[in-house]
């Protein structure tokens, strides 16, 4: 295979356009604090629009080709509706999902060497016109299998765009201090989308399916104006640079960059500007933990997406407390998984900054995780209160993992000791890790479609499997995260327990 070179197209450093309307900001080192938060709030709502635009097509789910005929008689939308229909279905995400996981490997390389502000608002732009022209179909009457393959495998090229480039933009302007806190709050920007999408596209779902795409594109496309106007990509593109005691020692601070040297100042010590050169492709999968932590990626978000693709659907055909659901009830009930993966995400980021061990976090939610999905099966039918009570813990620690990796683990990896001096690896070690998990996330709902058709029992043996290998391959991690904290005299109470 050969390997990717740096493009060398260093990207000017030029603040957006939407700054000159806001003249008080400047200059710039005195809204620090002000610049970060925007920082924050921008690239959460833009992910989560990016996340809203994807739940349509499990919320249709139901409609496009129902296991229940609808009481108007109707029997689904062709080509999706009869016994093949979940098969269809299953390789309509498979079409996303692959292109996704594919595009995802190219657009970490792009993004580490051009303004990652006009591509984050490409990538929008796309995304958006290629959900509205999904949701178009219904307008326009077309039945054709192609057309909807077609924009599903164009729209997860664009959408592959959105996730290194906004990790990239976070991981420049916060360092290593709480990273897992920060990171675990922001990274709820996926359940949030994936609320917003479900309540919007079941909300509009009785007055035609179409519609279900149509609010969510709107809304990317909203998204992708502020992002364009707003959204500032690295310190420097305003005059600032983050200190080195922040990304070296995890003390927060700011440094003045020299407009004569081009060097860091702080407090009279001199440091050395990074090089520019994007990281290799085949050098960044050589990076310590960066194997492990994708290939684990792999299977907890095979697990995760198999959720978000087919839950609804779930729900719409299970009995719950003797009560069949409605395609409404089943789409907004399903976003219960997803607020347990808010609280899993913040609950596995803090954990992981008080034990500063990402991987011992990682493996203890996937451990439990298991018997909760089969508590969730067993007992989901009995009340709607047990449904919604394992949906939200299954959803938590599902989500939990699936959120650290990402995110803090991602970033972790992309400023790592071993790269020192490479400040523009953090898109391509980010988007090597999700992309390799975008594999098992488009392989995942393939499968479940497949696979539901012997029986649910049969999927959820699938999942709690993957979860199990998944936790396999973070043994050697754990282990030596373990070595570490105890050589580091920390972790007593492990050394207590061995005596």
Avoid at 193 to 199: R, W
Avoid at 313 to 337: C, D, E, M, N, P
Avoid at 339 to 365: K, M, N, P, Q, Y
Wanted: hydrophobic fraction near 50%; aromatic fraction near 12%.
């Amino acid at each position: 295979m050969m390997e990717l070179k740096p493009l060398n197209l260093v990207p000017p450093n030029r603040p957006p356009p939407g700054l000159n309307f806001f003249p008080n900001l400047n200059p710039p080192q005195k809204t620090l604090t002000f610049h970060k938060f925007l920082v924050l709030f921008l690239t959460f709502i833009a992910y989560a629009a990016f996340h809203a635009s994807r739940k349509p097509p499990s919320i249709v789910k139901s409609v496009l080709g129902p296991e229940i005929k609808a009481q108007n008689g109707t029997n689904g939308w062709a080509p999706f509706e009869g016994p093949s229909g979940p098969h269809r279905l299953g390789e309509l995400d498979l079409a996303f999902l692959l292109a996704y996981s594919i595009g995802m490997y190219f657009a970490g390389h792009i993004g580490d060497n051009i303004d990652l502000r006009l591509f984050l608002t490409v990538g929008m732009l796309g995304s958006g016109i290629l959900v509205i022209a999904f949701g178009l179909g219904y307008f326009l009457d077309v039945h054709w299998l192609l057309f909807f393959v077609i924009v599903q495998i164009l729209c997860g090229l664009f959408q592959s765009i959105g996730w290194p480039c906004v990790v990239a933009v976070i991981g420049n302007w916060f360092g290593k201090a709480k990273r897992g806190l920060i990171m675990g709050v922001w990274n709820s920007n996926t359940s949030v989308g994936n609320i917003i999408g479900s309540l919007v596209a079941s909300s509009v779902l009785s007055f035609g399916w179409g519609w279900s795409f149509l609010l969510p594109g709107i809304f990317i496309l909203v998204g992708a104006a502020f992002v364009y106007m707003f959204l500032v990509v690295s310190p420097d593109h305003i005059g600032l640079e983050l200190a080195s005691k922040e990304i070296e020692m995890n003390v927060e601070g700011v440094a003045l960059v020299s407009s004569e040297t081009g060097e860091t100042e702080e407090e009279g010590v001199v440091v050395e500007p990074e090089t520019e050169g994007a990281i290799g492709f085949l050098q960044a999968w050589r990076l310590p933990g960066v194997a492990p932590y994708a290939f684990c990626l792999f299977f907890s978000k095979l697990v995760a997406y198999t959720f978000l693709y087919w839950l609804p659907f779930y729900l719409r055909h299970t009995v719950v407390a003797g009560v069949q659901l409605s395609h409404k009830s089943a789409g907004i009930l399903s976003t219960v998984f997803d607020i347990g993966g808010v609280v899993g995400g913040v609950l596995a980021g803090v954990t992981s900054d008080i034990i500063e061990a990402r991987g011992v976090t990682s493996i203890i939610f996937l451990l439990l995780s298991m018997p909760a999905l089969l508590f969730y099966r067993i007992y989901g039918s009995v009340s709607m209160f047990t449904n919604i009570a394992l949906m939200l813990v299954s959803g938590a620690l599902v989500n939990g993992p699936y959120s650290l990796i990402t995110t803090a683990v991602a970033a972790d990896l992309g400023t790592q000791s071993d790269i020192k001096g490479n400040s523009r690896a953090l898109a391509t070690v980010s988007a090597i890790i999700d992309a390799t998990g975008s594999v098992g996330a488009a392989l995942g709902p393939l499968l479940a479609g497949y696979i539901s058709t012997r029986g649910w029992n049969s999927v959820f043996v699938m999942l709690i499997l993957s979860i199990f290998i998944a936790s396999l391959l973070l043994i050697p991690i754990v282990k030596n995260e373990i070595k570490e904290k105890l050589s580091e005299g920390k972790w007593l109470w492990i050394s207590m327990i061995k005596r």
